[in-house]
């Protein structure tokens, strides 16, 4: 596989003196809940809005220290299409002063958010227009506003920014995730085969079950706020009705800890893989109750955090050119005709999700994708790594293992959103994640190279 892995030096942001700098931070939290009646993202079907469950929000996290700045933006969304984040990381750069390769512009994954960017949302678009000259559900340019709603919310994190001190450290959490590929009884993997399967023989891969964790404090010691990253797909909900998923009931438990100011920001671990369905019971288990659990296992895991006593804010970032698939003229006109059974039962599910794909690769309009790895910085024992795409959890644990942080948390679905990314091995065992991505075999290993290099790098400038 062809790849460039490209590491631009004038993006490594680091205060000569950062160890003597004071570490600041700042957060911030918008709405950004889309109008009644607009598509709603998560599945293969057109599914329309009717009421709001819980708002959606895009939760902002800056850290300044000396010169160097960074900010996170962690989205009630399912994924971040290009051109929001191209134009929210842009805005927000213009409004605030922090270089636009130092933001981090995330999806949580909610399935109960808005289809507003990709090949579906273009397809149902087209569709309305022709049938009614306009698209009545589509009310508002949503990536649009969007985009200046978490502009918003960087420029004010920023103001808010004040002396923190940092926590972090790792709590276990081994009772809500599940690997949902499994190897058959009829030859093959097959992905969510269902709960009491006969068929099933054994798990096709691993979990996560690290919750990272990283508290902010004020100099008093006041609880401010937390990052919690986990690897736990956020389908949990279902329905009509916009919702947060399960972050939203962890945000409520720690507020209810910690008081209502407090801002509990949520991270997808890389759970391409992973949802919350044990297929050895009948049953599963609800959004409040995994967010529950994981309120359980954060507060759990706070009296063991280390201290960050030399904070060293320091950002990096590189991109790895990957190969896309590639089909051929009739195969993508036939795709174009298989569009229109897409959410039917005239055609079977993996043909939908192929015909799909392939229309989302036509948006690409590329042979190449440039997948943007970020690494973060916040001591000699704390680092972020922030990955595009839904990235199978090996690849996620392979950065974990091989980091030369003590701490590393992984998050997917950052600044773009281009599909599954399998490892070489799903590839071959095939099903859904591997007929949905968009990359080709050895595109996910080569993030997890191009990850390791930043860190070390950013290891190495201490």
Not at 48 to 54: A, H, I, K, Q
Not at 132 to 154: F, L, N, Q, R, T
Not at 341 to 357: D, I, T
Request: with cysteine.
């Amino acid at each position: 596989m062809r790849k460039t892995l490209v590491a631009v030096l004038p993006w490594l942001d680091v205060c000569p003196c950062a160890g003597a700098d004071e570490l600041l931070a700042g957060t911030a939290v918008v709405e950004i809940t889309p109008p009644r009646g607009y598509r709603m993202s998560g599945y293969f079907m057109e599914r329309l809005n009717t009421g709001v469950r819980d708002p959606l929000k895009a939760k902002a996290l800056v850290f300044r220290q000396g010169k160097t700045q960074a900010a996170l933006v962690f989205c009630d969304l399912i994924g971040i299409g290009p051109g929001l984040s191209r134009s929210a990381r842009m805005s927000a750069a213009g409004k605030t002063g922090i270089p636009f390769e130092n933001i981090v512009i995330a999806a949580t994954h909610s399935h109960t958010g808005p289809l507003y960017f990709g090949a579906l949302r273009e397809h149902f678009h087209r569709a309305a227009v022709a049938g009614h000259g306009k698209d009545p559900h589509e009310k508002v340019d949503y990536s649009a506003w969007a985009a200046e709603k978490i502009a918003e919310a960087i420029s004010r994190a920023k103001q808010a920014a004040r002396p923190v001190r940092l926590r972090h450290g790792i709590a276990t959490e081994k009772r809500l995730s599940f690997n949902r590929r499994f190897h058959m009884k009829k030859g093959g993997v097959r992905f969510n085969p269902g709960q009491l399967n006969p068929g099933i023989v054994r798990v096709a891969g691993p979990i996560d079950p690290d919750a990272g964790i990283i508290e902010l404090l004020s100099g008093g010691g006041v609880p401010l706020a937390s990052l919690v990253v986990f690897a736990l797909h956020l389908d949990t909900v279902g329905g009509t009705d916009y919702s947060a998923d399960y972050p939203r009931y962890l945000s409520e438990g720690l507020q209810a800890a910690f008081g209502k100011e407090y801002t509990s920001f949520f991270g997808a671990g890389t759970c391409g893989d992973i949802n919350h369905i044990d297929v050895k019971i009948k049953g599963r288990r609800t959004a409040r109750e995994i967010g529950a659990l994981l309120v359980e296992t954060v507060r759990g895991g706070i009296p063991g955090l280390s201290a960050v006593k030399e904070p060293s804010l320091a950002v990096l970032r590189a991109t790895v050119d990957v190969p896309l698939q590639r089909y051929s003229e009739r195969e993508i006109g036939k795709a174009r005709e298989e569009m229109k059974l897409v959410g039917s039962r005239k055609l079977p599910f993996l043909a939908q999700v192929k015909a799909y794909k392939i229309m989302a690769l036509e948006l690409r309009k590329a042979s190449t994708l440039a997948l943007e790895i970020q690494a973060l910085r916040l001591s000699s024992e704390l680092a972020i790594v922030t990955l595009p795409g839904e990235v199978f959890v090996e690849l996620g644990l392979a950065i974990k293992r091989s980091s030369p942080f003590r701490n590393t948390l992984v998050i997917e679905l950052a600044n773009d959103a281009p599909g599954y990314i399998p490892t070489r091995k799903a590839f071959v065992e095939g099903s859904y994640e591997t007929v949905n991505s968009r990359v080709q075999s050895g595109g996910g290993e080569a993030m997890v190279e191009a990850a390791l290099r930043l860190l070390k790098e950013l290891r190495q400038g201490i």
